[in-house]
């Protein structure tokens, strides 16, 4: 470690720290400059914290669009006539379900138990893909009732927004099988339980994300 | 929530985690009553807007939607801390940074989006004032 990358002078690199208050004893010790590359700890989930909040600003312009078009029906259907509420009663159960599961999964794989803590994630998948499910009944319903992404300045808003949303699910599924086909293959060895945690916050994400379109989107469009 | 007890205890953890070495990855210490008391609190605060609007509460839908923001607010607050995990002091505090920067924006973006295009509605149709008064 002491000898790893040295070719930097001491005055030169850092001259604000290390105050040689200690060092006169061993003059052998005495560096002024850091010998490695500084990492943060943690950082690929400092990165990927980065990335949901980037991800964070995509949605938050499509709900100010959504926010802009919500009302503009054009003459067409508007979502007081379109939502189906028990319809997304059940899909936010899905998906509230969803998260508790993989919160299972997380405590299984913090046991150190890899059976259960893929049965968690296999469950999360399934709720998942019963999301996507509804979400793509709703939406052929919708398109079959001539209210497709084209009817109106509401309709395309909509669309774009839950079905970004429904995009984001579809990868998270992917990603979860791909996890659980990784955790077979290796168990759960350190980068596993970094790509669990990773896929852990971008699941939580997708529900907050659907917590803003229940409430803004479906909830306060069928509002008179 | 004491982050610093969470992460000394969660090395001690299992025979799996103990070769965490600089790029840990179990220094956020999940506990089962966390993930129970935010599923709770999820499904009460998921359930109350759609009884809100489902069963015709309030008269007026602005008070409806009033309360249907300050609880979605509250919903999202629960699932930062008890699903994402959040606190002050996760990945030496830059999480609630970048958090505190994407709320700024989040912000800007939805009030000033909605500012300008509303105003920018009330002045571009004059006519649609004139042709009401028109028999």
Same mark, same amino acid.
């Given at each position: 470690?002491a000898d790893t990358f040295a070719p930097f002078t001491a005055e030169g690199a850092r001259p604000h720290e290390a105050p040689p208050?200690?060092a006169?004893?061993?003059p052998?010790?005495l560096r002024f400059y850091m010998t490695e590359?500084?990492?943060?700890?943690?950082?690929?989930?400092?990165?990927?914290?980065?990335?949901?909040?980037?991800?964070?600003?995509?949605?938050?312009?499509?709900?100010?669009?959504?926010?802009?078009?919500?009302?503009?029906?054009?003459?067409?259907?508007?979502?007081?006539? #379109?939502?189906? #509420?028990?319809?997304?009663?059940?899909?936010?159960?899905?998906?509230?379900?969803?998260?508790?599961?993989?919160?299972?999964?997380?405590?299984?794989?913090?046991?150190?138990?890899?059976?259960?803590?893929?049965?968690?994630?296999?469950?999360?998948?399934?709720?998942?893909?019963?999301?996507?499910?509804?979400?793509?009944?709703?939406?052929?319903?919708?398109?079959?009732?001539?209210?497709?992404?084209?009817?109106?300045?509401?309709?395309?808003?909509?669309?774009?927004?839950?079905?970004?949303?429904?995009?984001?699910?579809?990868?998270?599924?992917?990603?979860?099988?791909?996890?659980?086909?990784?955790?077979?293959?290796?168990? #759960?060895?350190?980068?596993?339980?970094?790509?669990?945690?990773?896929?852990?916050?971008? /699941?939580?994400?997708?529900?907050?994300?659907?917590?803003?379109?229940?409430?803004?989107?479906?909830?306060?469009?069928?509002?008179? | 929530?004491?982050?610093?007890?969470?992460?000394?205890?969660?090395?001690?953890?299992?025979?799996?985690?103990?070769?965490?070495?600089?790029?840990?990855?179990?220094?956020?210490?999940?506990?089962?009553?966390?993930?129970?008391?935010?599923?709770?609190?999820?499904?009460?605060?998921?359930?109350?807007?759609?009884?809100?609007?489902?069963?015709?509460?309030?008269?007026?839908?602005?008070?409806?939607?009033?309360?249907? #923001?300050?609880?979605?607010?509250?919903?999202?607050?629960?699932?930062?801390?008890?699903?994402?995990?959040?606190?002050?002091?996760?990945?030496?505090? /830059?999480?609630?940074?970048?958090?505190?920067?994407?709320?700024?924006?989040?912000?800007?973006?939805?009030?000033?989006?909605? /500012?300008?295009?509303?105003?920018?509605?009330?002045?571009?149709?004059?006519?649609?004032?004139?042709?009401?008064?028109?028999?």
């Open positions: 470690m208050q200690h006169p004893a061993q052998a010790a590359e500084y990492h943060v700890p943690n950082g690929t989930l400092l990165g990927f914290w980065l990335y949901l909040m980037s991800d964070c600003l995509v949605f938050a312009c499509l709900f100010a669009a959504y926010g802009v078009l919500g009302r503009n029906y054009a003459g067409g259907p508007s979502g007081a006539e #379109l939502f189906d #509420l028990p319809l997304v009663a059940l899909n936010t159960s899905f998906l509230l379900l969803s998260s508790i599961t993989y919160g299972f999964a997380m405590l299984e794989a913090q046991r150190g138990r890899l059976g259960p803590t893929q049965g968690w994630l296999a469950v999360t998948g399934l709720l998942g893909a019963a999301f996507l499910a509804v979400e793509i009944y709703e939406f052929a319903h919708l398109v079959g009732e001539g209210a497709g992404p084209q009817r109106s300045g509401f309709l395309t808003s909509f669309f774009a927004l839950v079905g970004t949303h429904g995009l984001h699910v579809t990868f998270g599924i992917v990603w979860l099988v791909t996890l659980v086909s990784q955790l077979r293959r290796h168990g #759960l060895i350190p980068e596993n339980r970094r790509r669990l945690m990773c896929l852990s916050m971008f /699941w939580h994400f997708l529900d907050v994300v659907w917590i803003g379109v229940f409430t803004f989107v479906y909830l306060m469009g069928v509002l008179p | 929530m004491s982050a610093h007890d969470d992460t000394l205890a969660a090395h001690g953890h299992g025979p799996a985690s103990g070769n965490d070495h600089g790029h840990g990855e179990s220094e956020i210490h999940i506990s089962l009553g966390g993930y129970v008391t935010g599923f709770v609190l999820s499904v009460i605060l998921t359930a109350i807007p759609f009884w809100l609007v489902m069963g015709r509460v309030f008269e007026q839908s602005s008070t409806t939607a009033m309360v249907l #923001l300050a609880l979605g607010a509250v919903q999202i607050v629960v699932h930062m801390i008890y699903f994402l995990h959040l606190n002050a002091r996760s990945e030496g505090g /830059w999480n609630m940074l970048a958090l505190i920067f994407t709320l700024v924006l989040v912000v800007i973006t939805l009030t000033g989006t909605l /500012w300008v295009m509303f105003h920018l509605n009330s002045n571009m149709m004059p006519g649609m004032h004139t042709t009401k008064t028109l028999p």
